[in-house]
Structure formats: structure tokens, C-alpha cells
């Protein structure tokens, strides 16, 4: 089992988990290793993105993962894989949980859920994989900017204990990353592209300022995201290079 008593660091305060989980690997902490924080002053999201988080109200975690088994061109496997055992451990709760692609978890049209892998690569194969996570669960208010949000307590109107949620995304993951080690990545790619926030349909979407219609055809074997305008032109994007209307 990842989870266990020892394995789990827990700060009251930190600038970022992922940043205290780089350390570790350097320090070779064991697989499964798991740096939660009840505040992040300088969590991140994507491509330098701010995550805001109320102190002791949300889930903010790091875990360490060591996939040695993965070819390092088929690192997107462990964004799917997280993306999927996160949205089945929300699922057990709310309706109607996506995987925004890349990794963002939403509910309806609004974020609940962020996800932030970084990857190292020893040779021709996947070294280590730090995978920050960030819930809201409890948070009632959200000041900054960002869109979208939204917290478990918001939609369900009760308190969760955030460390059963961990408790059973720790769970979900150790069975998923089995799963890549014996090979089987048909069924991974199935239940990603399944759980895909709008994955059925056009929808609008926008690029380098200009808006255009399409529908998702499917994910590139490095992640890219692969657009069928009514043309029947594909396209493929990588992280950042399209936007979603929302």
C-alpha cells in the first residue's frame, strides 16, 4: 500500500508541496511518500498558474512516485492515471465529475480540482514523478480571479474530512499505477477519453485570439489534444496552445 503512518509529512504551512517533494527525491524518500499541507503561500497550478486555497479548508498533497517501467514517451500516462483515480474518489460524492484535459477536474462547467506533475527521466524511461493535487473541499469563498472554482462543501452543503479523501485517492492510485506496470493502456485510454469534459459534441474553442468550433477526436500518444473541426480537419495541440470557451 502507498498509504501509510510514515509515510505521510504533514505541514501546517509550506511554500509548495511539489517544491518540498523535489527535495525528497533527492533525499530518495520512498514511493509513496505523501507532503500535505493545510496552506500553500506559493502553490501552483500549470504553466505558473496560482492555486488560492483557504488555510485547513482543502486538500493540498504531493506524492512521490517512482515509474521506472515507463517508457519516458509515454509519461502522460501518469496525468491520465491521476486524472482518473481523483475524479473516481469525487464521484463517490458529486455528479457529473469531467477530467478538463489536460488534468483540471470539473464539475459541470467549474473547476474543483487541480493537478500539477513533474516528471524526471533517467535514460529512455521515467526516473521520478512528483504529483501535486489540489482539492477544494471545505472553502466556502474564493477571492481571486480565477473563473471558475468550486469547493465540495459549496455543492453538497457539508464538511469533508480531507484526509479520507486522500486516504481513498491513495487507493485509486496504487490500483491504477498497477495497472500501467502490467501493460494495459487500451483501458486507460479508454477511461480517460470516457471521463473527458466535453468529449461528445462541438464545442467552441479559441486560438491565438481567434474562436472556432470542434469536437474532440481524440489524445495523442504524448497528450496532445486532437480537435475535428466540421471540416473534418484534426488538429493537434499541445498543453497551452488551445483554450476551452468556458
Known sequence: MFLTDKNII???????????????VKEKAAQGTVVLAHYQDSGRGQVG?????????????????????????KQFYISK???????????????????????????????IGGILIEN??????????????GVNVNQEKFL????????????????FDIHEILK???????????VLREGRLEKVDAEYFQSLFRNEGFYPYQK??????ARIAGIGSFGQLQLEEADGN????????????V
Open 10 to 24: 504533514v505541514f501546517n504551512e509550506l511554500d509548495s508541496t511539489n517544491n518540498y517533494a523535489k527535495q525528497l
Open 49 to 73: 498558474n496560482f492555486w488560492e486555497s483557504e488555510p485547513n479548508k482543502n486538500l493540498l498533497f504531493s506524492v512521490l512516485l517512482y515509474p521506472g517501467f515507463l517508457e519516458a514517451g
Open 81 to 111: 492515471v491521476v486524472s482518473l483515480a481523483l475524479t473516481e474518489v469525487l464521484k463517490e460524492h458529486i455528479n457529473d465529475v469531467k477530467i478538463k484535459w489536460p488534468n483540471d477536474i470539473y464539475v459541470g462547467e467549474k473547476k
Open 120 to 133: 524526471t527521466v533517467k535514460g529512455i524511461t521515467l526516473d521520478s514523478s512528483i504529483v501535486g493535487v
Open 144 to 159: 481571486s480571479d480565477a473563473p471558475n472554482p468550486v469547493s465540495m462543501k459549496q455543492l453538497l452543503k457539508n464538511d
Open 168 to 178: 481513498a485517492f491513495l487507493q485509486k492510485l496504487e490500483n491504477y499505477i498497477e
Open 208 to 213: 491565438d485570439g481567434k474562436a472556432f468550433s
Open 234 to 245: 484534426v488538429t493537434e495541440y499541445m498543453f497551452k496552445e488551445v483554450e476551452f470557451v
